[in-house]
């Protein structure tokens, strides 16, 4: 079982950035792959970015280019880079983790942190 944090949301003004922190804690986190989703009011948690066991990346059409996931298997540790952000990416963004997948379903992941809010102001 691993435990997820998230950290680094908050307010930030239209074409700013933020870094997005998600630390995990529990058992070996490179056996995990880890994922990013994001919820706004009334909407379905939808997928950001992922990143594999192996490193590879993937990520939404609405923030390729914009967005980008890493981690450091040394800090436990993965991050969500944003930039250029729009008053649409407001949202609370949860990151989650699977020792089988890794893709954009957010029900296949097994766990789940509790979110940060991301607000983005026009």
């Known amino acids: 079982q691993v435990q997820l944090v998230e950290s680094g949301g908050g307010l930030v003004q239209a074409g700013g950035s933020l870094r997005l922190s998600c630390a995990a804690s529990?058992?070996?986190?490179?056996?995990?792959?880890m994922g990013w989703f994001r919820q706004a009011p009334g909407k379905e948690r939808e997928f950001v970015a992922a990143?594999?066991?192996?490193?590879?990346?993937s990520y939404a059409d609405s923030v390729k280019g914009r967005f980008t996931i890493s981690r450091d298997n040394t800090r436990n540790t993965v991050y969500l880079h944003m930039n250029s952000l729009k008053p649409e990416d407001t949202a609370v963004y949860y990151c989650?983790?699977?020792?089988?997948?890794?893709?954009?379903?957010?029900?296949?992941?097994?766990?789940w942190g509790q979110g940060t809010q991301v607000t983005v102001s026009s």
């Open positions: 529990g058992r070996t986190f490179s056996d995990y792959a």
């Open positions: 990143i594999r066991w192996s490193g590879s990346t």
């Open positions: 989650g983790a699977s020792t089988w997948y890794s893709g954009r379903e957010y029900g296949a992941y097994d766990y």
